[in-house]
């Protein structure tokens, strides 16, 4: 099973979870062989509802004590670009999307990504982006 996991570590992105899960979004992750979606979202105001269907399944949790065994299983993982997240994937060597929180005042995370990047490690972007 092709497994996608977003995390948004202990902070709250909605943006990133709304993005991520909203129907169009989720019929491209299926046409790319994505069975699973995995969505740790933090404190975030916005809760998808889980999904079990037999070609189409998404998990949704908040907290747990460790993220090990979900970056484990994924495929691909999309981030925050916060420092913890980013470096707890790269040492499991899982293809990292970091997503920028533009929100966020005196934006490190863009520092971050752009360094991450520059080094070959990841691919960013933002939420921005519209899907058709």
Do not use: W
């Not at 037999?54 to 925050?80: G, M, N, Q, W, Y």
């Amino acid at each position: 099973m092709k497994s996608v996991f977003v995390t948004v570590g202990t902070t709250s992105f909605d943006e990133l979870i709304a993005a991520v899960s909203s129907p169009a979004a989720e019929q491209v992750l299926r046409s790319r062989g994505c069975r699973q979606l995995v969505l740790q979202i933090g404190r975030g105001a916005l809760q998808p509802a889980p999904q079990h269907g037999p070609a189409f399944v998404r998990e949704v949790f908040r907290f747990k004590e460790s993220l090990a065994e979900d970056l484990r299983s994924a495929d691909l993982v999309i981030s925050h670009a916060g420092a913890g997240s980013c470096l707890e994937t790269l040492e499991e060597g899982k293809p990292l999307l970091v997503v920028i929180n533009e929100k966020l005042m005196d934006n490190h995370q863009l520092e971050l990504a752009r360094q991450l990047h520059k080094d070959g490690h990841v691919l960013y972007c933002n939420c921005r982006v519209d899907f058709p």
